[in-house]
């Protein structure tokens, strides 16, 4: 599976941006997905995530601001951030739970990553 995420960019504190990540070479179907973020000599922190069930999960550095969601029949995903803060500011990454019939889930799945800017 092959992850591309765009929508980062540059915005101002308080603004929004959502940011998409479409999967391809799906064989049969991706069920949960995940957004996690980096910066500069940072290790990647997990931000959120999507269960196949539906159930989401975030971070509390994100809580009540940034909303994740899911496209199945696009394959995609999606992470709506909203009330930016200069806190935010990293390369976002995209991971996807690849399922396969009769075989464990595969979630080693990653973007090439977007950066999100946020000037205070």
């Known amino acids: 599976v092959q992850l591309v995420e765009s929508g980062g960019g540059l915005v101002q504190a308080g603004g929004s941006l959502r940011l998409s990540c479409v999967a391809s070479g799906v064989t049969f179907r991706i069920g949960g997905w995940g957004w996690y973020r980096q910066t500069p000599g940072k290790q990647r922190e997990w931000v959120a995530s999507i269960a196949d069930g539906g159930a989401t999960n975030y971070a509390d550095s994100v809580k009540g601001r940034f909303s994740i969601s899911r496209d199945n029949a696009k394959n995609t995903g999606y992470l709506q951030m909203n009330r930016l803060k200069a806190e935010d500011t990293a390369v976002y990454y995209c991971?996807?739970?690849?399922?396969?019939?009769?075989?464990?889930?595969?979630?080693?799945?990653w973007g090439q990553g977007t950066q999100v800017t946020v000037s205070s």
């Open positions: 991971n996807a739970g690849h399922i396969r019939p009769g075989r464990p889930v595969d979630y080693d799945n």
